[in-house]
């Protein structure tokens, strides 16, 4: 009878195969990642206002809904999947499809009846102007003689 040596991080290692394994089926059915994917946003100070911007390749205007309070913004829409006779002969797609939600914390509060948009080349863009206490204004001050 042969002696085996106990390594005891071999078994530590089998689990964590099995649960690497089991990630990278979920993930090439797409499971994971569609239910992940966020849009990238980029969130900028710009004195009297807040400019957010969100990366929305491939997506329309028309098909973006967005939703502003005077703290949050709320980014939702969806991506269409395309003519069915196109999807004869692919082998293989990573296209994402289907609906996406972004809701994301503004730092300050914002007059959210004077936000505006803009769409252009997949980005969206928009101007969200602070409310008056949230502008960082500076007052000249006099000093008096006594």
């Known amino acids: 009878m042969a002696l085996i040596r106990w390594q005891p991080f071999s078994e530590i290692d089998t689990l964590r195969r099995q ?19 966020k849009p990238a946003v980029e969130l900028k100070d710009a004195e009297d206002k807040l400019i957010l911007r969100a990366q929305l390749p491939g ?12 703290d949050l913004v709320s980014i939702s829409g969806e991506y269409h999947t395309e003519n069915q006779d196109e999807e004869k002969g692919i082998y293989h ?10 809701v994301i914390s503004l730092p300050v509060a914002v007059q959210n009846d004077k936000v505006t948009a803009d769409f252009q080349d997949g980005v969206l863009t928009l101007h969200l102007p602070k409310v008056d206490e949230a502008v960082n204004r500076v007052v000249k001050v006099q000093i008096g003689e006594r």
Do not use: C, P
Not at 23 to 36: P, Q
Not at 59 to 70: F, G, L
Not at 93 to 102: A, D, I, L, N, P
């Open 59 to 70: 997506i329309t205007a028309q098909d973006v809904d967005i939703s502003v309070t005077r």
């Open 19 to 37: 649960m690497d394994h089991l990630f990278e089926e979920v993930a090439n059915n797409g499971l994971a990642e569609a239910a992940l994917w």
């Open 93 to 102: 797609s990573e296209f994402r499809y289907g609906q996406f939600k972004r």
